[in-house]
């Protein structure tokens, strides 16, 4: 079993920043990647951005919608990545939700956090 439990978001102006971590723990030795997620009232959850569990970082994927905006990393020693969230948008404001893949078992398995609440406001 893996728990991941997300941090970070809050309130913030147009053109602001923010970083939102998530902590995994558990049996971490599971994950093969992690990735971020975001889900608007109303709308699908979307992609944002995702790694591989061993941090490389030609492994990153970004939604065409943030990139050049957003950076994710990895903290391997404390199972943590992370989402550095730069010239932020209203339309940015959503739920971002953790997510951790276990491609080791049939069929692969997708664990979520509970979702940290991003609203960008003036």
């Known amino acids: 079993q893996v728990q991941l439990v997300e941090s970070g978001g809050g309130l913030v102006q147009p053109g602001g920043s923010l970083t939102l971590s998530c902590a995994a723990s558990g049996s971490v030795f599971s994950i093969n990647a992690m990735g971020w997620y975001c889900q608007a009232p109303g709308k699908q959850r979307e992609f944002v951005a995702s790694i591989t569990s061993d941090g490389s970082d030609g492994s990153a994927k970004y939604a065409d919608s943030v990139k050049g905006r957003f950076t994710i990393s990895k903290d391997s020693g404390k199972n943590t990545v992370y989402l550095r969230m730069n010239s932020l948008k209203p339309e940015d404001t959503a739920v971002y939700y953790c997510?951790?893949?276990?491609?080791?078992?049939?069929?692969?398995?997708?664990?979520w956090g509970q979702g940290t609440q991003v609203t960008v406001s003036s």
């Open positions: 997510e951790a893949e276990d491609h080791g078992i049939d069929p692969p398995y997708d664990y």
